[in-house]
């Protein structure tokens, strides 16, 4: 796993990844996971903290070019992935993480 680093202010949350400096933006802002959401690399995602140590981030709208892992599992249109990042104290960071696609998750 490649190390990354999370900024944020009350609306937004940016997760800035070491590999390839690319930039991921969690919406914290209340909006509703959109229905109709445009296509991205990163998709659209929406966050919420469920208490101060847990974070729940649901994202859809990825793009062709992500991939369900390392080993090049393609997705539909309709993959859905919820990650929950769990702080268990301030040096560690459990993640959780579940993919639903009805079309390529069968």
Same mark, same amino acid.
């Given at each position: ?45 929406? @966050? *919420?903290?469920?208490? &101060?140590?847990?974070? /729940?981030? #649901? =994202? ?7 991939? %369900?892992?390392?080993? @090049? *599992?393609?997705?539909? &249109?309709?993959?859905? /992935?919820? #990650? =929950? ?7 560690? %960071? ?11 998750? /069968?």
């Amino acid at each position: 796993m490649f190390p990354f680093q999370f900024f944020k202010d009350e609306k937004l949350l940016e997760m800035v990844f070491e590999y390839d400096h690319t930039v991921r933006r969690i919406f914290m802002d209340g909006r509703p996971v959109p229905t109709d959401p445009d296509v991205t690399y990163m998709g659209t995602s929406i @966050g *919420h903290w469920v208490d &101060d140590a847990t974070l /729940v981030v #649901e =994202t859809v709208g990825q793009n062709a070019s992500t991939w %369900l892992d390392r080993n @090049g *599992h393609q997705h539909s &249109d309709q993959l859905k /992935v919820t #990650e =929950t990042f769990h702080r268990t104290d301030m040096d560690h %960071l459990q993640i959780a993480v579940s993919m639903e696609d009805p079309k390529a998750l /069968v």
